[in-house]
């Protein structure tokens, strides 16, 4: 009996099941478990980094007990080869019974779910339809301040005047308004009382007017165009600039519109990447437009330049074009550097620096490699610094600027570390400290050394803004959170359910309102504002 095959294989007590080498597998997962414990406790790692890496482990300590199971364990052939076919139907029935609905979160892990779920649809598959023929007037709130562009008035990420209340919990933000949104992650510029945003409605990209105080869709601009990815989602990235009564737009697939910002009407329309053969990036084109005196300028796609492009503002013709690198998810950014006016660009493996008048790359400085995608924007300080950060290990350096005898341009490193690597959002500075998420948490680092003061606050890959002393993330879960923006140490100050997907768009500060929006979902809020700030005034539909 003691050698008696049964249909599992050998018994237990024979001699040749005490031969399969367990301690095989039993190391195999020793060693996983470890590795993947050794991975999550190195601070060093960004998330990204530590999951796939983790992952990578998992998968290989599953291909090696299934080698062993195969090849050096003594089970029956039989049973085997039985167990493989199993485990195959089951992979091969898996693959047809589930299919990739986007990411879980930022750390690019795909989401599964049933082939027969249905993806949540936030608005209508056709661009809006039915709005009134005539212009409609919409009066501007009471405390609103111009948000009109990405970033907000400075392109900077620090809004300064507008006197937030510091305690939510006695005085919470007022909901005055909720409604579904097309897809996309874009952010909303506000100017008045109207919210400008892009958005995916079916086959149809859409730059959108909201009317502030109610949501109610003012006009709708539509360009037969889809952008999709399984990473990125589908939808347009980038967010409208509003300047002089027009709304400039770039869309996810290299469309550049300027309308008119009462009406929507085009006044013009450029292909950017079709028009220069230029191949798009991988999650499509994110710059946000920005304005100089005459020109609006994006940045290119995944081809060797142009990197940066400028558009005449009024009529659209090409000014200039320059770069030789790849473009990344980067918006460029007009800044005074060394007494000059300068055009920043942050691109696939160069920091480029032009003249924005001409286009003329006055700087050329290599940073990191081409790998990782950069999103953060270059951050000048005190006229004379310019600092850069990412994620995916990237991490960040400061560089002092300044001419040498024959007139060039160089950046010498003043410091370089790992204690800020922005992944999709920017910092912004507030009182010699930059203040953004650092893989995921909030991180507070002085401008003078780069040393981190405290990081704390686990909020994904979201986004941030700096507003008086106060910081504004938009968690990537979707609540949104108040903090102080104080260096000797973190400090929650409250939150407001607004969103409960995942969320990537940055949050707007219009003065007392509050416009945060993901792929689905779009939630207004009256911020509570301490009485005698430039922002306190009748509340939005009260009585004065």
């Given at each position: 009996?003691?050698n008696?095959e049964?249909?599992?294989?050998?018994?237990?007590?024979?001699?040749?099941?005490?031969?399969?080498?367990?301690?095989?597998?039993?190391?195999?997962?020793?060693?996983v478990?470890?590795?993947?414990?050794?991975?999550?406790?190195?601070?060093?790692?960004?998330?990204?980094?530590?999951?796939w890496?983790?992952?990578?482990?998992?998968?290989?300590?599953?291909?090696?007990?299934?080698?062993w199971?195969?090849?050096?364990s003594?089970?029956?052939?039989r049973?085997?080869?039985i167990?493989?076919?199993v485990?195959?139907?089951?992979?091969?029935?898996?693959?047809?019974?589930v299919?990739?609905?986007?990411?879980?979160?930022?750390?690019?892990?795909?989401?599964l779910?049933?082939?027969?779920?249905?993806?949540p649809?936030?608005?209508?598959?056709?661009?809006?339809?039915?709005?009134?023929?005539?212009?409609?007037?919409?009066?501007?709130?009471?405390?609103?301040?111009?948000?009109?562009q990405?970033?907000?008035?400075?392109?900077?990420?620090?809004?300064?005047?507008?006197?937030?209340?510091?305690d939510?919990?006695a005085?919470?933000?007022r909901?005055?308004?909720?409604q579904?949104?097309?897809?996309?992650?874009?952010?909303?510029?506000?100017?008045?009382?109207?919210?400008?945003?892009?958005e995916?409605?079916?086959?149809?990209?859409?730059?959108?007017?909201?009317?502030?105080?109610t949501?109610?869709?003012?006009?709708?601009?539509?360009?037969p165009?889809?952008?999709?990815?399984?990473?990125?989602?589908?939808?347009?990235h980038?967010?409208?600039?509003v300047?002089?009564?027009?709304?400039?737009?770039?869309?996810a697939?290299?469309?550049?519109?300027?309308?008119?910002?009462?009406?929507?009407?085009?006044?013009?329309?450029?292909?950017?990447?079709?028009?220069?053969?230029?191949?798009?990036?991988e999650w499509?084109?994110?710059?946000?437009?920005?304005?100089?005196?005459?020109?609006?300028?994006?940045?290119?796609?995944?081809?060797?330049?142009?990197?940066?492009?400028?558009?005449?503002?009024?009529?659209?013709?090409?000014?200039?074009?320059?770069?030789t690198?790849?473009?990344?998810?980067?918006?460029?950014?007009?800044?005074?550097?060394?007494?000059?006016?300068?055009?920043?660009?942050f691109?696939?493996a160069?920091?480029?620096i032009?003249?924005?008048?001409?286009?003329?790359?006055?700087?050329?400085?290599?940073?990191?490699n081409?790998?990782?995608?950069?999103?953060?924007?270059?951050?000048?300080?005190?006229?004379?610094?310019?600092?850069?950060?990412?994620?995916?290990?990237?991490?960040?350096?400061?560089?002092?600027?300044?001419?040498?005898?024959?007139?060039?341009?160089?950046l010498?490193?003043?410091w370089?570390n790992?204690?800020?690597?922005?992944?999709?959002?920017?910092?912004?500075v507030?009182?010699?400290?930059?203040?953004?998420?650092?893989?995921?948490?909030l991180?507070?680092?002085?401008?003078?050394?780069?040393?981190?003061?405290?990081?704390?606050?686990?909020?994904?890959?979201?986004?941030s803004?700096?507003?008086?002393?106060?910081?504004?993330?938009?968690?990537?879960?979707?609540?949104?959170?108040?903090?102080?923006?104080?260096?000797?140490?973190?400090r929650?100050?409250?939150r407001?359910?607004?969103?409960?997907?995942?969320?990537?768009?940055?949050?707007?500060?219009?003065?007392?309102?509050?416009?945060?929006?993901?792929d689905?979902?779009?939630?207004?809020?009256?911020?509570?504002?301490?009485?005698?700030?430039?922002?306190?005034?009748?509340?939005?539909?009260?009585?004065?």
């Amino acid at each position: 009996m003691a050698n008696q095959e049964t249909g599992m294989g050998l018994e237990a007590d024979s001699p040749a099941a005490r031969g399969h080498r367990y301690w095989i597998p039993i190391g195999v997962v020793l060693l996983v478990t470890a590795g993947i414990g050794w991975v999550l406790a190195r601070p060093d790692l960004d998330r990204n980094i530590q999951i796939w890496l983790s992952l990578a482990a998992g998968l290989l300590g599953l291909i090696l007990i299934l080698l062993w199971f195969v090849l050096l364990s003594r089970f029956r052939w039989r049973v085997r080869l039985i167990t493989v076919a199993v485990l195959a139907l089951v992979v091969v029935g898996g693959r047809q019974m589930v299919r990739v609905d986007g990411t879980v979160d930022g750390r690019g892990l795909p989401r599964l779910v049933w082939r027969w779920t249905e993806s949540p649809t936030s608005v209508p598959s056709g661009p809006v339809v039915g709005l009134p023929s005539s212009v409609v007037d919409v009066p501007t709130p009471n405390g609103v301040r111009d948000f009109p562009q990405f970033l907000g008035p400075n392109r900077d990420g620090a809004v300064a005047g507008v006197g937030l209340a510091r305690d939510w919990v006695a005085n919470p933000p007022r909901e005055l308004w909720r409604q579904a949104i097309g897809a996309g992650w874009s952010a909303f510029a506000v100017v008045g009382g109207r919210a400008y945003t892009q958005e995916q409605r079916g086959d149809s990209e859409c730059v959108t007017a909201y009317e502030l105080l109610t949501g109610r869709v003012l006009w709708s601009y539509a360009n037969p165009d889809r952008f999709a990815q399984w990473q990125a989602g589908e939808g347009p990235h980038a967010t409208p600039t509003v300047d002089r009564g027009r709304v400039y737009a770039y869309g996810a697939n290299g469309h550049l519109a300027c309308l008119d910002a009462r009406t929507g009407a085009k006044i013009w329309a450029r292909g950017v990447l079709s028009d220069h053969q230029i191949k798009n990036l991988e999650w499509g084109t994110s710059a946000s437009p920005l304005l100089t005196e005459d020109d609006v300028v994006v940045t290119g796609g995944d081809s060797q330049g142009p990197t940066v492009l400028a558009y005449r503002r009024s009529d659209g013709e090409l000014q200039w074009k320059a770069g030789t690198d790849r473009a990344s998810y980067s918006s460029p950014v007009l800044a005074t550097l060394l007494g000059r006016s300068v055009l920043l660009s942050f691109n696939a493996a160069t920091l480029t620096i032009h003249d924005p008048k001409t286009g003329e790359v006055l700087l050329d400085h290599r940073w990191g490699n081409d790998k990782p995608p950069k999103a953060a924007q270059p951050v000048v300080i005190e006229g004379d610094r310019v600092f850069v950060t990412a994620g995916y290990g990237m991490g960040c350096e400061m560089f002092q600027a300044s001419l040498d005898a024959d007139g060039k341009w160089r950046l010498a490193s003043l410091w370089k570390n790992s204690r800020m690597k922005a992944q999709f959002n920017s910092v912004a500075v507030r009182e010699g400290h930059f203040y953004g998420l650092d893989d995921g948490l909030l991180a507070c680092v002085a401008v003078g050394n780069g040393e981190r003061k405290w990081k704390d606050g686990r909020y994904g890959s979201g986004q941030s803004l700096v507003i008086d002393d106060l910081v504004v993330v938009q968690s990537e879960p979707g609540p949104v959170i108040l903090v102080e923006a104080k260096p000797y140490g973190f400090r929650e100050l409250g939150r407001v359910p607004a969103l409960s997907s995942k969320t990537w768009n940055y949050p707007t500060v219009a003065g007392r309102y509050l416009l945060a929006r993901n792929d689905r979902e779009v939630v207004c809020y009256e911020l509570p504002v301490e009485v005698g700030s430039p922002g306190h005034s009748t509340p939005a539909g009260a009585k004065p």
